[in-house]
């Protein structure tokens, strides 16, 4: 695992922070966001001619990570975002579970980089 890989597994705690913060929507949202800003701040350009939730499922499909739980959680943002339909506690803990799968996926990265670091 890389740079990018144990930085992106370093943030796991605030997005489930993030994720259980407001309503499903506002939560779900947050999570996603910091899941982007762990790629910014990996070092990874977020190109014009992919959105953002494009590039990081993109960059995140590269590593050995539920790629059912990858989609799901995107769809999920994507929903949360643009929906005009609340979303409910169920949504909530469906995106955190594929937060844990993907987090359980990224630790040997986050142990990784806590060895050498």
């Known amino acids: 695992m890389d740079r990018v890989a144990a930085t992106v597994a370093s943030d796991a ?10 309503s499903p929507a506002e939560g779900i949202v947050a999570a996603w966001t910091r899941l982007e800003a762990s790629l910014r ?7 014009p001619s992919r959105t953002s939730t494009e590039t990081t499922v993109a960059v995140l499909g590269r590593y050995v990570v539920d790629a059912g739980a990858l989609h799901a959680l995107a769809a999920l943002y994507r929903e949360a975002s643009w929906s005009h339909h609340p979303l ?20 040997p990265a986050r142990e990784a980089g806590a060895r050498r670091g």
């Open 88 to 107: 409910t506690e169920d949504d909530r803990a469906r995106a955190e579970d594929a937060l844990r799968a993907l987090d359980a996926q990224l630790a």
């Open 41 to 47: 701040e990996a070092g990874l350009p977020l190109p």
């Open 13 to 22: 705690s605030g997005r489930f922070a993030a994720l259980s913060a407001g």
